[in-house]
């Protein structure tokens, strides 16, 4: 019998810790620190850069001056100057001095770099979960996947280094690999209840040792308790986020409808999974604000009851999308997140909180 546990993914966000402050220069709209330049470290990540110039990182596109001599402008790299300007119209802007640039002319191309880009979000655990199995639509569905049907010597669990041969893995390839999964809580829409598919856990990792009609794999990795009848799914490419932190370019109301891990309160650098998906319209790298409503005060003069405004209580960003959910890490938070936690684009009042 398994234990499903979702796995606890620890992000390093490197938010600031700087007092907000206010520039008097800055339309309303974006608000500012004082900070005017930032050199970029190793191990610094787009949101903690975001934080060191913006009150609230999303707003980063909006002041970002791409600059066209640099071959991918989005891309930031350690040694890179950060500097914040105001453009002619009195607008705040914020522009990258390369350590490779000449006089005030930068290179068409960046020489050949011995370091990575800076990533959206601090990497380590990160980058496992990125490639991870994700949601399947339907118990059928996942019926159908090729799974590990038996062993030349029947054990309680398999271990890595164990042989299995499989159903389903017909013709492919020595030396494909594949993830070992099961089917995890489904998933449901908060307002109607409508099912959005089944989370899926991910077990461990085979490769295929021998092709035929029941390939023989080879199990690299366990994450979990590995048993016969297990189903398998192709790796999931994975690769360094390079989105930036942005709002929604549309109105998002929603919940949080899962988390990946047991503990009964969410915090900074926790994963959850939302109601909202690549169908709503959502980019990767899009900031929401988490809110919670609901609670009922007394009316001090009538006696009746009194429903208090819903209060934003952290926001998350979402790094992996599904067509109906997303997943996201918890970026602020001003106390616990739970399931059932409201989600809106920043600077939008959901429904319920209206009411």
Do not use: C
Request: no cysteine; glycine share 8%.
């Amino acid at each position: 019998m398994h234990k499903h546990r979702w796995r606890t993914l620890v992000f390093s966000l490197g938010i600031s810790a700087l007092t907000p402050v206010i520039a008097q220069a800055a339309p309303a709209s974006i608000q500012l620190r004082t900070q005017q330049t930032y050199t970029v470290k190793p191990g610094d990540t787009l949101w903690g850069i975001a934080g060191h110039f913006l009150v609230h990182p999303w707003q980063w596109p909006q002041i970002w001056h791409k600059n066209p001599y640099i071959k991918n402008p989005n891309l930031i790299y350690p040694g890179d100057r950060i500097v914040l300007r105001y453009g002619a119209n009195g607008e705040p802007e914020l522009s990258l001095e390369s350590p490779f640039s000449s006089g005030s002319h930068f290179v068409e191309l960046r020489p050949q770099m011995t370091s990575e880009p800076v990533p959206s979000v601090s990497t380590g655990e990160v980058m496992p979960f990125l490639g991870s199995p994700g949601v399947i639509a339907s118990k059928k569905d996942f019926a159908k996947l090729p799974y590990l049907a038996a062993a030349a010597k029947q054990r309680p669990t398999y271990v890595t280094g164990n042989t299995l041969y499989t159903v389903g893995l017909k013709n492919v390839a020595v030396g494909k690999h594949f993830q070992i999964v099961a089917l995890g809580p489904e998933l449901f829409q908060a307002k109607t209840h409508r099912s959005l598919g089944f989370a899926l856990e991910d077990l461990g990792e085979v490769t295929v040792t021998q092709s035929g009609h029941h390939a023989a794999v080879q199990i690299t990795k366990v994450h979990r308790e590995i048993d016969l009848g297990e189903r398998l799914v192709p790796m999931a490419k994975t690769a360094i986020p390079h989105y930036f932190p942005s709002a929604p370019q549309q109105s998002i109301e929603g919940h949080i409808i899962a988390q990946l891990e047991s503990n009964p309160a969410l915090t900074v650098g926790q994963v959850v999974v939302i109601d909202q998906g690549s169908d709503n319209e959502l980019k990767l790298g899009n900031i929401l604000q988490i809110q919670r409503g609901g609670a009922v005060a007394r009316n001090a003069v009538t006696g009746k009851p009194f429903a208090l405004p819903a209060q934003t209580i952290g926001s998350l960003m979402v790094f992996r999308l599904f067509p109906h959910v997303s997943y996201a890490v918890i970026t602020t938070a001003s106390r616990d997140i739970t399931v059932g936690d409201e989600i809106h684009s920043p600077g939008q009042t959901t429904a319920s909180a209206a009411k």
